[in-house]
């Protein structure tokens, strides 16, 4: 069984969303030696691509929530439904030890993620951490820790 973990930026433009997805499915199905478990924190974006790409491949999710309040806090309503299909769908959800998403929520919970994997794939950009985005710094610990990280930015990838 893989279990692959994913980090990522959440803040990708619109057009880019299609790359991403098929580069992620693509690298997915590379790995796809019998039963693939992906490992998210289900954020927009990167994460949630990410598991429809898991699950269109007949994988399972397990999500990894930063804290109690994640859903009514930071999840818009513009992707609640979204959000709210892709929980109904994950096998297992783990909600960290923390009534509110703050930065220490969501270290914790991309520690966690890092703690359940043997691979990390990363939908980054290359650059440093700008103080909006932690991709850099999983990236980082997961490379200190020996986790092999996949890097996915197809070319015409950008930002929001």
């Known amino acids: 069984m893989a279990r692959i973990g994913i980090t990522g930026h959440s803040n990708l433009s619109p057009d880019s969303v299609s790359l991403v997805e098929t580069a992620l499915r693509d690298h997915l199905r590379a790995e796809g030696d019998g039963e693939l478990v992906g490992v998210t924190c289900l954020a927009r974006g990167a994460d949630q691509i990410f598991a429809r790409a898991v699950l269109a491949l007949g994988g399972t ?12 806090r930071e999840v818009g309503p513009d992707n609640a439904a979204e959000f709210d299909a892709l929980i109904d769908r994950a096998t297992d959800v783990e909600v960290m030890p923390f009534e509110r998403s703050t930065r220490d929520a969501y270290v914790a919970a991309s ?15 290359g650059q440093s951490s700008d103080g909006r985005s932690r991709t850099a710094d999983v990236v980082a610990a997961a490379r200190e820790r020996g986790i092999p990280v996949v890097v996915i930015w197809p070319e015409n990838a950008r930002r929001a």
């Open 111 to 125: 520690e966690r993620v890092l703690n359940l994997v043997e691979r990390l794939v990363a939908v980054w950009d």
């Open 61 to 72: 999710t397990t999500v990894v929530l930063p804290a109690e309040d994640y859903r009514e």
